[in-house]
């Protein structure tokens, strides 16, 4: 994909920063200092790393050739310039020259002040960054990593159940979820734990007693793989008939968007069809407008991020095998609150599979 990319744009290199997980995706390497991923026209495939990181770099990456930038004359330039960020911007541009660079293609967030200097020897074209896409659909090692994840949401959040019949309380109740995570290897921050009227906003992670209905979202990622998953279940607490018919008409929808998701289908096509069930059963959306209702997108990609490609609302990407995303419709009315069931499901060529199954509706009213 990348050197297809290049030749349509007539361009000898892409040139990925450290910084995101587009790093990680494309070289498998962790850095907490500045690092650069080269691919060239010319079949390079090179990572540039601090000396400090270059003996790990060799071990860790899968990038065929690493260069340290004491090997590419960094600290001599330093020690003439003066100043590390024109010294950094002379080293790439030299490195660049030598494989007779006359075009460089750069994502969104790339530094500015490297930009700035490339702009001077090269033309520069900002282009979408490239690895988006190519991580919307997952090798079967990266399911397995979600897979992973989704597993001890699920144990957290039957821990969570069990809290529920003594601790009405959000915020004790989301330090017992984050703790339980965190203790088995993931890190879940902002768990969403939304009681009451307040839960009518969707992000809000909610605070202090827990009344008649609670959202609880969780959504870590593992500390030693670094895939996320995706939950969300409703609890009915208490009698609340308004919450209670949402939360029916939302499962429905949900039902009915996963059991028609397979490879070939349109992400809109999914989108609509929750819109469908809610508008017929008598609840607002954004596609209509609306300020209150179904108020936000049908799901989004998980991986290396909580938010990624693909998106499943209104527009036409085309699902495809190996796509994770999350299918969680919601209904929010100030009035009464909000409701939410999530799961992350796969797509597969004549169906989908979901990783995070568990039972829809959790009334512990009786309990």
Known sequence: MLYELLKSKNAQFYIQHSGDNNFY??????????????????????????????????????????????DLGYHERLKELKDSKRALAQTLIELLKTHKAKKILIPPNFPSFLALEFLKYFEVEVVEN?????????????????????????????????????????????????????????????????????????????????KEHVIIDIFPKSRKHHYYSDFTRTVILDDCPEIEEMLDTVTEAQQKAISMIREGITAKEVHYTVCDVLEERGYHTLRKKYREGFIHSTGHGVGLDIHEEPRIYENEDVLRAGMVFTVEPGLYYRKWGGVRVEDVVVVRKHGCEVLTEFPKKIDLRRV
């Open 25 to 70: 995706y494309a070289t498998k390497f962790r850095i907490p200092n500045s690092a650069f991923y080269f691919v060239g026209i010319d079949g390079t495939d090179l990572l540039v790393v601090p000396e400090m990181e270059k003996n790990r770099a060799s071990r860790e990456s899968k990038v065929k050739e690493i260069a340290s930038l004491t």
């Open 130 to 210: 490239p690895f988006l896409k190519m991580r919307a659909v997952k090798s079967n090692d990266e399911i397995e990593k979600i897979r992973d994840t989704s597993v001890a949401i699920i144990e957290s959040f039957k821990l969570a159940l069990e809290l529920l019949k003594k601790v009405r309380d959000c915020d004790m109740l989301r330090n017992e979820i984050e703790t339980f995570l965190f203790s088995r290897g993931y890190l879940a921050q902002d768990t969403i734990v939304s009681s009451g009227k307040l839960s009518a906003d969707p992000h809000f992670i909610g605070h202090g007693e827990i």
